[in-house]
């Protein structure tokens, strides 16, 4: 699968501590080999029907949709961006 990145996803990222970065960047590999890796804690947000979040660090998260031949990441940050998924 390939991944694409929304405009917002690359502005959240850039907004990232270097650290978290990092720390995505070894996660997004483990996500693309399995996405079902228990670390990832990958599950389906509630009111949407195609869109997911995925964990990072206990406060930081990912969302990304899910389509025929690509994940497209929307948003990265703490928690709190499952607000605006």
């Known amino acids: 699968m390939k991944i694409a990145r929304t405009d917002s996803f690359k502005k959240d990222f850039k907004n990232l ?11 997004i590999k483990l996500f693309l080999e399995n996405i079902s890796h228990p670390s990832l804690r990958v599950k389906k947000l509630q009111g949407y029907e ?3 979040e995925a964990s990072i660090t206990m406060f930081y998260r990912f969302t990304f949709e899910i389509h025929k ?12 961006i499952l607000r605006t998924p």
């Open 17 to 27: 501590p270097y650290h978290i970065q990092k720390i995505f960047e070894k996660k």
């Open 50 to 52: 195609n869109r997911w």
């Open 69 to 80: 031949d690509y994940y497209l990441l929307r948003r990265i940050g703490p928690h709190d």
